[in-house]
Nanobody
Framework: QVQLAESGGGLVQAGGSLRLSCGAS????????MGWFRQSPGKEREFVAS????????YDADSVKGRFIISRDTAKNTVYVQMNSLKPEDTAVYYC????????????????????WGQGAQVTVSS
């Protein structure tokens, strides 16, 4: 059974930083990708960043490019997103997700293919 567990959310002032972690268990595939998505009140869930687990290649949404960094620790089966220069509009529930059947060239900025989701972590950025 695949389980994803986010941690590290909280309240931070604008301009500050937070790091979210997502521990993954039960993933047996050798080719998978991980992604971070977020959802603000009244809005659709949107893509934040993704990482190919084996090669480490990453892709970021334009809204966070240059501010957020996704990374992974293969030994710990954990994916991170380091969030810098936070803005009030970054306030959202952040979800990590796993795509267990990633193939090279697959689009990772939509929810298609992400079969497993964490419970979400609240990030609140005050102005």
């Amino acid at each position: 059974q695949v389980q994803l567990a986010e941690s590290g959310g909280g309240l931070v002032q604008a301009g500050g930083s937070l790091r979210l972690s997502c521990g993954a268990s039960g993933l047996t595939s050798t080719t998978y990708a991980m992604g971070w998505f977020r959802q603000s009140p009244g809005k659709e869930r949107e893509f934040v960043a993704s990482i190919n687990w084996s090669g480490g290649s990453t892709y970021d949404a334009d809204s966070v490019k240059g501010r957020f960094i996704i990374s992974r620790d293969t030994a710990k089966n954990t994916v991170y997103v380091q969030m810098n220069s936070l803005k009030p509009e970054d306030t959202a529930v952040y979800y990590c997700a796993a795509n267990p059947a990633y193939y090279r060239g697959q689009i990772l900025y939509t929810e298609t293919g992400y079969a497993y989701w964490g419970q979400g972590a609240q990030v609140t950025v005050s102005s």
